[in-house]
């Protein structure tokens, strides 16, 4: 069902499950066709904090709210976010490679 919604829509498409070994929200699965510096298969498994790393400003004011949201989230009642980047280059951005340490 998740390739399917992957290839009849635009969006990516991410699973998020609890684990009791993380305490927090792991990537569970997904169809993610336009990742921005990141790769599906090393992430899998990871919590949000960890996924979100890279990221300062989530790491330090996003990262308990949005634990918050998926611990309240109900069955069969899904959510969507949305997010954009702006970035200032001079040459082509590869988005599709992990940027280097």
């Known amino acids: 069902a998740l390739v399917r919604c992957g290839r009849l829509t635009q969006e990516d498409w991410c ?7 993380e305490q927090a929200y792991v990537l569970g ?7 921005m510096r990141w790769s599906l298969k090393e992430q899998h498994g990871m919590p949000v904090a960890c996924i979100h790393r890279p990221v300062f400003t989530f790491g330090k004011h ?17 959510m969507w ?19 280097p340490p």
């Open 15 to 21: 699973i998020m499950e609890w684990s009791e070994a």
């Open 29 to 35: 699965a997904g169809v993610v066709c336009f990742p």
């Open 62 to 78: 996003f990262t308990s709210r949005a634990q918050g949201v998926m611990a309240h989230l109900k069955t069969m009642q899904p």
């Open 81 to 99: 976010r949305a997010n954009w980047s702006v970035f200032n280059l001079d040459s082509l951005m590869d988005l599709f490679s992990p940027q």
